[in-house]
Structures are given as C-alpha cells and as structure tokens.
C-alpha cells in the first residue's frame, strides 16, 4: 500500500519566501522595464531578446575577425596591428559573453520564483476554494434536520468536494456493528472487518491508494473494477462515534492525504449534524408520543374525551353541507364494577382493553370508538339517514361484547352486557358537548330500565326525564334532614300455620310535592349522588327499633328482613352500620335477615362471601333474594352462608300456566329442604298461585294477595287482633 503527499514542505517553504520585492529587484537586474508586475510571457521575451542581440553581437564580431583575418581588403592603422585587434574582440566576446550569462541566471532564477508564486496562488485559490466549500456544506447541513436529508446532503456534498465515484455513510448499528444507511445497500459490517470495521475500531482515518486492490483483483471480468483510492473517517460527535464515511475515487484518481484531511474536515462537521439530526429526531418522537399519549387512553389506546370531542366538533361541522346527520353512541358496561370488586383491577383492565378491541373491529372504518373514562366509551358515526342505523350499529355492538370474555385471574368466562344510549344530530345542530350529554341521558335511562343490554334512543321526554332527576337528586339531600322517609312493612307468612312470622322493611319517601313515592323512584338516583349509606343506616335503625318493639304474646319473635344493594355489597362500612342498629335497638341478631338479590352474591363470589361471613359474625341471617335466576350457579350455593331463598316472583307468576315454571320452582323448594334453608315464595297476586304453592308444600310466601305493604301503626293494629291467625286459612280455603 502506497500513500502520497499533495505538496513538499520545504518546497511551500521556498514559494513562501518569495515576497514582492524579491521578484521586482530580480526584476531590475533582468533588465524589464516593466517589473512591477513582471509575468512569465515578459520573461521569455526578455530572454528570446538577450540571446538574439547575443547572436547577432557574434555574428558581427565574427565578420570582423574574418575579415581581418582574410585581409579582404581592410587597412588597418599602423598601431592596430591584428594580432591586437584579435584580441581586443575576443575580450569583447568574452566580457557579453559573461554579461548574458549573468542576466540569463537571473531571468531563470526569476522564473523561478513566478512558477513558484503561481503554484503558491493555485495552492491557496484551492484551499480557499475548499474552505468555503466546507463552509457552505456546514450551513447546508445545519439547516437541514431531518435525518435522511442530512444523510444525502452529506453525499452529495462529499461528491462535490472529492469529485468521488461512489460515497456510503454506515451507521453504528448495535454495540460492535455498522449497518448503511445510503444507497440501496443495507449490509451489517462486523467493528474489525473492512476497511470501515478498521476505521471503526481505531477511530483513525485511513487511506488506500490502488496497490491494495491490485493484489485482489480477479481475473473475473464481470467484477466492477474497484477504485484506485479510497477513504474512511470515522464520523466521531462529543467522542461518540456514531459511523463510518467511506469514499471511492473516481477512475484514474489517486486520493492524497490532503484530500484525507479535508475529507476529515468534514466529517468533524457531518458527525455535527447527524447528531443534531439524531437529537431532532428523537425530540420529534417524543412529542409525538406525548401527543398521542395527551389524545388517546392509555390502557386501551382508544381515542380519549379531548379527541372525541374534536372529532365530534369536526364532523357536525362537516354536517352543515350534508341531508345526513351524526349518530353518537354512550356505551357504559353494566355492573362492571363486579369484576374489579371480586376479580381485581388487573383483570378489569384486560376486560376493557378486549372491550376497546372487540368494539374497533366491529365498527366501520370511517367510524370513531373512545374511551371516556372508566367503563364508558362512546362511538361517532357519520352518514347516517336515520335512528334506525344507529340502533343496527348498537345492535352489532351488543352482539360482538356479549361474547365471552376470559382473563389471566379466572379460568371461567365472564359474560357481560352493555347499556347504550344513542342521540342523533342533524345539519346546523347542537354542539358536541350538548350531544354527548343527550346520549348519556339516554343511556342513563336504558341503565334504569334494569334490563341487560338496553338501548335507548334520546328524544324530547327523555330530556325532561334528566331534569327531573337533577331536581329529584338536590330534593334527596334535604330529604333526610326534613324526615320525609318512611317504612312500610309487608308481612311474610307461614303457609302451614297461617302465622306472619317475619316482616320484610320497604323504604318510601313522602316528597311535599309528588306524594309517596316507591323506592324504586329514587333509589338508583341516591345510589348515584352518594346518599345511599345514609338512608341504609337510618333504615336499619328504624327497623330494627321497630321489630324490637312489635313482640306481642302471639307473635314473640317476628323476624325484620332488610334489603341490600349490590353497590353496599362490598362497601364494608355496611357491617358497622348493621351493628350499630343492633346495639342501639337491643333486637337480637337472629331475627335480622338481609336479602341480598342472587345475581349480585353470584356475580362477585369471592368478595359475597367474604361480606356474609362478616354478617354472620354479627349474628344476622342471610337471604338471597330474587332466587332462581341464577339457576346456572345453584353448585355455588352450598358455599354461601344462606339462610333463607326466596323464589323469584317471575316463576310465582307463571306457576299456575307454565308447566316448566312451576317444576323449577318445585325443585328450588326440594333444594332448600334438602339443605335445611328456608324458602319463601314472592309476588303473589292470585289465590290460584297459592293454592299451588300449598300444594308444593312451600313453608312461606309474601304478595300483595296476602297483604300489602302498611306502614307501622296499621301494622301493629293487625298484630293485635285476634284474627290474625286464622287469616291465612281463610285465604286458602277461599282458594280451593
């Protein structure tokens, strides 16, 4: 291998001693007239005329001689004899002779000093040249951030600055590896292997002229013949070296190690700016990141509120020049809170990331899906002629989350059911925000309807409906304080002796302006504002004071049942304030039952029976209530400390027509023989419907065709008299 040096030191030394004065006294001595800027032209000519007028001054000295010499005829004086005259031209001879000598050495010692001059010129234009060159590429580069462009400016200015055959730039790729980023090449170079694996691993620039490859050239023609030359530097930033920039010469082209240093130049600069261009990049990423995380949730990666609404705002926009109207979907998952109750929050969370899934591929591709916080999520469609097309879409909703889910917590699939409400816009209509709000009402409404999977479309009277229960919602928190709560009590009776052996506490609300109203009028909305644990507490007060205070001689025991909601299920405040009514009332704990509805205990198994181990601890009984909808769990209910079922009013109502109806409901009644619990028969409203159930020998029943709820002081009027006992007899016999 073989490097060259494009100039000598010392020679640069000697242009550089060649000042201005130099030139013109040597100028002077030359004798050029014009020696202020004498030229190399100027030079030949002075030189052309010294030996011509040399010439010419022999040629006539040579005739004289001749011609003394011959003596054509030439008198010479009698004191000028030959021999003298001989040798007075040959010292004339010698003495110009000399003199052209001298002026000839300083005619070439000046040419000299021009080549040298113009050498010295041509040097500096050429390194001036190259030094605004890598000025103007070092802007060229600054100003561009982008990666790839600063990539392919870095090739081509290396292209203009070398006039190179070919360039590639290799990046670190991994801790001991190059990979190209340019040209059409993606290879990996191992650090060691290659020249640019060397310049990797010793951070030098190195320089390989053509006898290298001479000695692996194959004899192969097809081969591409390899470069005379070629270069690599090592891209080095803060003393990171983050590649390799290796150039080819062009044909017939030798680099020098001047070319390696101006190529080194500009790698200082090109490594500058791919780091700029790296930390650009990266700073891009993250703020897109950011972006997307500030506009998307980000467990389920759907659109967030912020970007729903933006799109929701964008599309009624778009609207205004269309007959087609927007159709937005609130979708809230019913009961959701079960599964973190009893499963945990991490399988929650894989619930709803299958929801987010499930819900984008059932949808149109035009369509918007978005999480809005918790189990909520709402979808946007556009085109849409009617509310029919929006009850498909949630159709087609209901279908594909209905399916099965699993998790990594339970082996067993968890079924689920959504409530959907839908509120439909026209061109030139509400804002976004005002349209979400009439689809959450609508859903609010398809949540009270306590159906699973309930769409509701938004129209006028639901509106209404949401006003009445913001007003309902402020009137409940002044409930309490003006006393406006009541019981009612509906007694539970013996089918066998006639007997009320228990009374089963109903909460109603005396509202000044809207008179009695049931529970079921303002319990969900107390459940909703956070009142629901003051009006249990004073219920459970009220209650148990009362039963405590009903014994009588016929009726020394009666049991009070009290009813829970699944959301006070798990709330273990619910254990203390059990307690406090029974230290307060001094009722013994026996004669408490709680009814708790079969599909909240079975839905949360894990966190029920926890709780109903707590109640147990206090004394109280439990009854699930709503029995015989759940029939698909009935393995589940030796595990349950219960003491009582009552079977669910649906299959009471049907027992006299329905044939399977009443085997299932002959069936729950072995059962609780069979597991020594006690059954109680609801929602009896015919004497056909007990007289069957007398007939089933069911122990206890409860309807309004026995009695009806009535609060304390018609109670207590019917526990005294004497005909209480014989009541029920009545019936039966009526009945047969």
């Known amino acids: ?137 070092g802007k060229a580069l600054n ?168 799109r929701l705002e964008q599309a009624l926009e778009r609207q205004q020049f269309s007959d087609e109207k927007v159709a937005l979907l609130f979708i809230d998952v019913d009961n959701f809170k079960v599964i973190n109750d009893s499963l945990g929050h991490f399988a929650g969370d894989e619930v709803l990331v299958e929801l987010g899934r499930r819900m984008r591929s059932s949808l149109r591709a035009t369509d918007t899906a978005a999480r809005l916080g918790g189990d909520e999520f709402a979808v946007l469609e556009e085109g849409v002629h009617c509310a029919g097309d929006a009850i498909v879409t949630a159709e087609r909703l209901h279908d594909r989350l209905s399916e099965p889910f699993f998790t990594s917590i339970q082996e067993q699939p968890i079924h689920l059911s959504v409530s959907v409400g839908i509120a439909l816009e026209g061109p030139g209509g509400k804002i976004g925000t005002e349209l979400l709000r009439n689809a959450n009402t609508a859903m609010r409404n398809a949540k009270r309807s306590q ?71 303002f319990i969900g909305i107390a459940e909703q504002s956070g009142l629901i644990g003051d009006i249990d507490r004073w219920v459970f007060a009220r209650a148990c004071e009362a039963a405590h205070g009903l014994a009588t001689e016929a009726y020394p025991s009666l049991d009070i049942h009290l009813n829970l909601l699944p959301s006070r299920l798990g709330d273990p405040q619910t254990a ?29 198994i894990h966190k029920s029976r926890t709780t109903f181990n707590e109640f147990k601890a206090l004394g109280i009984r439990i009854a699930l209530d709503d029995f015989g909808t759940g029939y698909s769990s009935l393995t589940y209910l030796n595990r349950f400390p219960v003491d009582v079922i009552k079977i669910h009013r649906l299959f009471v109502s049907g027992i006299t027509e329905s044939l399977g109806e009443a085997d299932l409901a002959k069936a729950i009644i072995n059962l609780g023989m069979s597991l020594n619990i006690s059954v109680i028969a609801q929602g009896i409203e015919r004497k056909e419907q007990l007289s069957r159930l007398q007939q089933m020998e069911c122990p206890f029943a409860q309807g309004i065709y026995l009695s009806e709820p009535m609060p304390f002081t018609s109670l207590d009027k019917l526990l005294q008299s004497p005909g209480t006992i014989s009541f029920l007899h009545s019936r039966a016999s009526t009945a047969g």
């Open 1 to 137: 291998m073989t490097t060259t040096n494009s100039y000598n030191p010392s020679s640069m030394a000697e242009i550089g001693s060649a000042s201005k004065e130099d030139i013109q006294r040597t100028a002077r001595v030359a004798g050029l007239r014009d020696f202020h800027t004498p030229t190399l032209e100027a030079v030949e000519r002075r030189r052309m005329q010294l030996w011509i007028t040399a010439l010419l001054l022999l040629a006539a000295v040579s005739m004289v001689l001749v011609s003394v010499t011959l003596e054509f005829g030439v008198i010479l004086p009698t004191w000028l004899r030959p021999q003298i005259l001989q040798g007075g031209l040959v010292v004339l001879v010698l003495l110009f002779a000399g003199y052209a000598v001298e002026k000839e050495v300083q005619l070439r010692r000046l040419t000299r000093l021009l080549i040298a001059e113009r050498v010295l010129t041509a040097s500096l234009t050429n390194r001036l040249r190259e030094i605004s060159f890598l000025v103007e590429a």
């Open 143 to 310: 100003l561009n951030l982008d990666l790839q462009g600063v990539l392919d400016t870095i090739r081509r200015c290396v292209v203009d600055l070398l006039r190179c055959r070919e360039s590639s730039i290799m990046m670190v790729h991994a801790d001991d590896r190059l990979r190209c980023v340019t040209g059409d090449s993606r290879k990996t170079i191992q650090f060691g292997e290659g020249l640019a694996g060397r310049v990797a691993n010793s951070r030098e620039p190195l320089l390989v002229t053509a006898e290298l490859f001479e000695t692996k050239r194959s004899d192969d023609t097809d081969i591409e013949t390899p470069p005379h030359s070629v270069m690599c530097v090592p891209l080095i930033h803060r003393e990171v070296l983050l590649g390799v920039l290796q150039v080819d010469a062009a044909r017939e082209r030798e680099y020098t190690q001047h070319d390696l240093r101006a190529l080194s130049l500009f790698a200082e600069q090109a490594a500058s700016a791919i780091a700029n261009a790296q930390l650009y990049e990266e700073q891009r990423l993250t703020a897109s990141r950011s972006a997307y995380q500030a506009l998307h949730d980000t467990l389920t990666s759907l659109p967030n509120r912020v970007y729903f609404l933006d």
């Open 451 to 521: 159906k699973p999977g309930t769409t509701v479309v938004f129209d006028k009277s639901v509106e209404m409906g949401a006003f009445e229960k913001i007003d309902l919602e402020s009137e409940l928190h002044r409930a309490l304080e003006r006393r406006e709560f009541e019981l009612t009590y509906q007694p539970i009776f013996s089918l066998e002796s006639g007997q009320i052996v228990a009374l089963e506490a109903l909460v109603r609300w005396r509202h000044p302006e809207r008179g009695m109203m049931p529970a079921s009028a």
């Open 576 to 604: 203390n304030d059990l307690g406090d009514a029974l230290s307060v009332s001094g009722i013994d704990p026996q004669r408490v039952v709680l009814e708790v509805s079969e599909n909240a205990a079975l839905t949360a």
